[in-house]
């Protein structure tokens, strides 16, 4: 199971300096990969979730690649909709190239009703939306000389070199724990990325029904790849309220067990705890990580790379 970290891109502790020391130490510590999150604009329902400023991913992204040799580099997640798929496929197509073919490409139809109003989008049919758009990327990625049509755009004869350097596009992730969101998880995605979820709920509620969507739609079962809320405590919490990833080390290290199990291929902790102030204090993160890395998988930091 590869292991990466949720960078905190946004709020009064970011910055260039901490973007920078984040890379540095996830790379250095042997941690797999990077993901941070999308905004377009920062509206007020944003505003009090992930404040400004807010560093935009495809070049935070692209400059951390420049940063970087090993670690992989993600998005948890591109708002599909916010973009025009041909914008999203050039941009995401040549990270992929310049960074090596180290792009995961996950994607959401995004939550921040506001934002969407200030970028003149519906948000009632962002859903819609992010299904066709997925199908136009996938053209533009696959295909030299692209062609797509669909209810929300088309396009005819679009020459879109460079495609990606993973072949046929980069992993793509979906976001997302209802019906609609798991449907699109099997038809568009080559994982789920569920957030902040329950071992219980992944193991009784959400594979089951992923598998039996993928059995009706006769396609293969996408990887699960969840990111989880890493907060470690020094007494145990209550199994029945606690998330996965919270509570004390064996708690935790239980999870990775029972994550295992369920065959997760790759997870991403993230240690922002809704606390803004708080994420100032990115010591705190990696020591949180270090100590994670040494103990819970019970292996020596090097087996980690």
Partial sequence: ??????LITFGPGASEESLARWAGFAESMGYHFMMLGDHVTITADVQGRYPAPFYDPFTTLAWLAGLTRRVELGFTVIVVPYRHPLETARMAATLDRLSGGRLIFGVGVGWARQEFEVLGLPFEKRGAMTDDYLGALKAAWTQDVASYQGPFVSFKEIYTAPRPLQRPHPPIWVGGSSDAALRRTVRHGDAWHPIRSRIAFLRDEGMPKLRAIADREDRAVPALCPRIRLRLTDQPMPEETRLAGEGTMDQVRRDFEA???L???????????????????????WRMLTSLAERAFDLPRQSLR
């Fill in 263 to 285: 065959g997760v291929p790759y997870l991403c902790l993230d240690t922002f705890a809704d606390d803004v102030e708080g994420s100032r204090n990115h010591e705190a993160a």
């Fill in 259 to 261: 994550l295992q199990k």
């Fill in 1 to 6: 199971m590869k292991v990466g970290v949720n």
